[in-house]
């Protein structure tokens, strides 16, 4: 075992009473030891129940023979952030988690790594780091939160950002408005819809990092808990095994969870995380991938922001091996690859159920829309590429003159004041992963402009990124970003923007020899930060396009 360097043999005994003093026995020397880290925190609700599930895994754990020993790492909660400076650590936290994972298990010498995760970026962030230790690793996904419920309404925490457009406009009540705000989260659990959260979880069920139908149990199911100690008998069956990430992590399998993606109308935040992990894992996955997948691959989940129904509802319908299921059984996910039980995917979706009359979970011969909602943009605007989801968005094609914001702050307060007009193509920039930095999401903004009635007649396009909550005509990861000096910092207010969509292009109007003008005279923002984790995260970040990865010069 690997962490016998640690704590076997006579040069060892001062690391060993180091142990006994937090209560090893003789005995617990001779078993695997295994990291377990914990993204808890009593600061929201996404991760507010890991401490208990932490106990469950680590009763598990040892009842399999292996003893755990829990460490914390940070959680940043998208939703609260949204619009103010805390959302730039969103994005960074997740290389944060990463590194502190990477960090606990070579620090240690662990023979294997457990990550507990919430909330949107402690899900890549986890398994990110898992990756990298290089010893069996599982990342167990805390579960959705049950829908809130009013007048008889399911509400998910997409109800208040949109409740804030709404009361601006005065569309609603100040009771009306505050009255969905105390009931739109009930209770432990991520937020709940196909948001980031939801979406990274599904795809970590489709790579194999976590048991197939494990994330999908909500937080507060009763099964949740049993089903968390049982996956400590997972992680002690890879760890006796020597059965690593790498060793079922393959291009296909991450074909396959953007296949997952594109099929359930996932948050394209998916995009970044996955360009990320395959990184990691030394995996070729590249921007056009996803294109290239969602073509093929039909929308069979209707599921929130564009659908009906909450992944609660997904959970009683059948879950995520249903999902799965119908998938394999059209051919779009390859059934072969294996997962961290070192049990193949078909394997472990045979006894999929399904709820007698669900509606949640289509087939692929009557989907909920034909082709998958990820759409990679390239253009004058974006010539190394863009991000935009169309699961539930009819437009395809949007021309219109450019209202530009130098940061989402400006853009929120345009909408809040009846600044943007039907027709617009709102241009918000200087949120890429360098000029935010941290490349924040823009949730507020698309929010607001759907709660004014604006979404279906308004376009927004930025260098930043979306919530998985975000719904309309919305390009992100517009690349290079204008930090950068790419064409997104050279618009002009009145410039005119196409999106088309069937042609895959994002375009400028506006002549090159013009563009040579402005380029001449631009000159970037200096950096917000010279110090700190945001300088350093400024300094390495790579491009959106390849996953906002950093990558230092060694």
Same mark, same amino acid.
């Given at each position: 075992?690997?962490?016998?360097?640690?704590?076997?043999?006579?040069?060892?005994?001062?690391?060993?009473?180091?142990?006994?003093?937090?209560?090893?026995?003789?005995?617990?020397?001779?078993?695997?030891?295994?990291?377990?880290?914990?993204?808890?925190?009593?600061?929201?609700?996404?991760?507010?129940?890991?401490?208990?599930?932490?106990?469950?895994?680590?009763?598990?754990?040892?009842?399999?023979?292996?003893?755990?020993?829990?460490?914390?790492?940070?959680?940043?909660?998208?939703?609260?952030?949204?619009?103010?400076?805390?959302?730039?650590?969103?994005?960074?936290?997740?290389?944060?988690?990463?590194?502190?994972?990477?960090?606990?298990?070579?620090?240690?010498?662990?023979?294997?790594?457990?990550?507990?995760?919430?909330?949107?970026?402690?899900?890549?962030?986890?398994?990110?780091?898992?990756?990298?230790?290089?010893?069996?690793?599982?990342?167990?996904?805390?579960?959705?939160?049950?829908?809130?419920?009013?007048?008889?309404?399911?509400?998910?925490?997409?109800?208040?950002?949109?409740?804030?457009?709404?009361?601006?406009?005065?569309?609603?009540?100040?009771?009306?408005?505050?009255?969905?705000?105390?009931?739109?989260?009930?209770?432990?659990?991520?937020?709940?819809?196909?948001?980031?959260?939801?979406?990274?979880?599904?795809?970590?069920?489709?790579?194999?990092?976590?048991?197939?139908?494990?994330?999908?149990?909500?937080?507060?199911?009763?099964?949740?808990?049993?089903?968390?100690?049982?996956?400590?008998?997972?992680?002690?069956?890879?760890?006796?095994?020597?059965?690593?990430?790498?060793?079922?992590?393959?291009?296909?399998?991450?074909?396959?969870?953007?296949?997952?993606?594109?099929?359930?109308?996932?948050?394209?935040?998916?995009?970044?995380?996955?360009?990320?992990?395959?990184?990691?894992?030394?995996?070729?996955?590249?921007?056009?991938?996803?294109?290239?997948?969602?073509?093929?691959?039909?929308?069979?989940?209707?599921?929130?922001?564009?659908?009906?129904?909450?992944?609660?509802?997904?959970?009683?319908?059948?879950?995520?091996?249903?999902?799965?299921?119908?998938?394999?059984?059209?051919?779009?996910?390859?059934?072969?690859?294996?997962?961290?039980?070192?049990?193949?995917?078909?394997?472990?979706?045979?006894?999929?159920?399904?709820?007698?009359?669900?509606?949640?979970?289509?087939?692929?011969?009557?989907?909920?829309?034909?082709?998958?909602?990820?759409?990679?943009?390239?253009?004058?605007?974006?010539?190394?590429?863009?991000?935009?989801?169309v699961a539930g968005t009819e437009r395809t094609f949007f021309r219109g003159p450019a209202?530009?914001?130098?940061?989402?702050?400006? /853009?929120?307060?345009?909408?809040?004041?009846?600044? +943007?007009?039907? =027709? *617009? %193509? &709102? $241009?918000?920039?200087? !949120?890429?992963? #360098?000029?935010?930095?941290?490349?924040?999401?823009?949730?507020?903004?698309?929010?607001?402009?759907?709660?004014?009635?604006?979404?279906?007649?308004?376009?927004?396009?930025?260098?930043?990124?979306?919530?998985?909550?975000?719904?309309?005509?919305?390009?992100?990861?517009?690349?290079?970003? /204008?930090?950068?000096?790419?064409?997104?910092?050279? +618009?002009?207010? =009145? *410039? %005119? &923007? $196409?999106?088309?969509? !069937?042609?895959? #292009?994002?375009?400028?109007?506006?002549?090159?020899?013009?563009?040579?003008?402005?380029?001449?005279?631009?000159?970037?923002?200096?950096?917000?930060?010279?110090t700190g984790v945001f300088a350093r995260y400024a300094a390495w970040v790579s491009s959106?396009?390849?996953?906002?990865?950093?990558?230092?010069?060694?």
């Open positions: 075992m690997r962490s016998d360097a640690m704590k076997s043999g006579v040069p060892r005994s001062p690391a060993r009473a180091m142990l006994r003093a937090v209560g090893l026995q003789d005995e617990d020397f001779h078993l695997p030891f295994v990291g377990v880290v914990n993204t808890w925190t009593d600061g929201m609700p996404c991760n507010v129940h890991l401490r208990e599930l932490a106990r469950e895994l680590r009763a598990g754990l040892r009842e399999a023979g292996v003893l755990g020993f829990e460490f914390g790492a940070p959680s940043v909660n998208d939703a609260m952030a949204m619009g103010t400076e805390g959302m730039r650590a969103s994005l960074v936290s997740r290389e944060v988690i990463a590194d502190a994972v990477e960090v606990v298990a070579q620090g240690y010498l662990y023979d294997g790594m457990a990550v507990l995760v919430g909330c949107d970026k402690t899900i890549p962030g986890g398994a990110m780091g898992v990756v990298r230790s290089g010893v069996p690793g599982i990342v167990l996904y805390g579960g959705t939160v049950a829908p809130g419920v009013l007048d008889g309404r399911k509400l998910t925490i997409v109800d208040p950002f949109e409740a804030v457009g709404r009361y601006s406009a005065g569309q609603m009540t100040r009771e009306e408005f505050e009255a969905v705000e105390r009931h739109a989260v009930p209770g432990p659990g991520a937020c709940g819809g196909q948001y980031t959260a939801n979406t990274m979880a599904l795809v970590l069920e489709a790579l194999g990092l976590s048991p197939v139908g494990y994330n999908g149990i909500p937080a507060t199911a009763p099964e949740k808990r049993e089903a968390t100690r049982r996956a400590g008998a997972v992680l002690a069956d890879a760890i006796r095994a020597g059965r690593t990430p790498r060793d079922f992590l393959t291009r296909q399998s991450f074909l396959n969870a953007v296949a997952t993606v594109a099929a359930t109308g996932g948050s394209t935040n998916a995009v970044l995380h996955l360009l990320a992990l395959a990184y990691e894992a030394g995996v070729k996955l590249e921007l056009d991938d996803f294109d290239r997948v969602s073509r093929k691959t039909p929308v069979i989940a209707d599921l929130r922001p564009w659908g009906t129904y909450t992944a609660w509802e997904l959970y009683e319908a059948g879950g995520t091996p249903l999902v799965f299921r119908r998938m394999l059984e059209a051919g779009l996910l390859d059934g072969d690859q294996k997962t961290v039980t070192g049990r193949t995917l078909a394997e472990e979706v045979a006894g999929a159920q399904e709820a007698s009359g669900q509606r949640v979970v289509w087939s692929a011969q009557d989907p909920v829309k034909p082709h998958g909602g990820l759409v990679v943009l390239r253009g004058s605007l974006a010539p190394d590429g863009a991000v935009l989801k209202r530009v914001f130098d940061g989402e702050a400006a /853009a929120l307060r345009a909408v809040l004041e009846g600044q +943007v007009a039907a =027709g *617009d %193509v &709102v $241009v918000i920039r200087y !949120e890429g992963p #360098r000029g935010a930095p941290g490349m924040p999401e823009m949730l507020s903004v698309t929010a607001a402009l759907v709660g004014r009635g604006l979404g279906p007649d308004v376009a927004l396009v930025t260098d930043g990124r979306f919530s998985g909550g975000t719904r309309g005509l919305m390009v992100g990861h517009v690349c290079p970003e /204008a930090q950068v000096g790419g064409p997104i910092a050279l +618009v002009r207010d =009145g *410039d %005119v &923007v $196409v999106v088309d969509v !069937e042609a895959r #292009r994002l375009d400028l109007e506006v002549s090159q020899e013009e563009l040579q003008r402005r380029r001449a005279d631009f000159r970037p923002p200096a950096p917000r930060y010279r959106a396009s390849e996953g906002a990865v950093l990558r230092a010069s060694v």
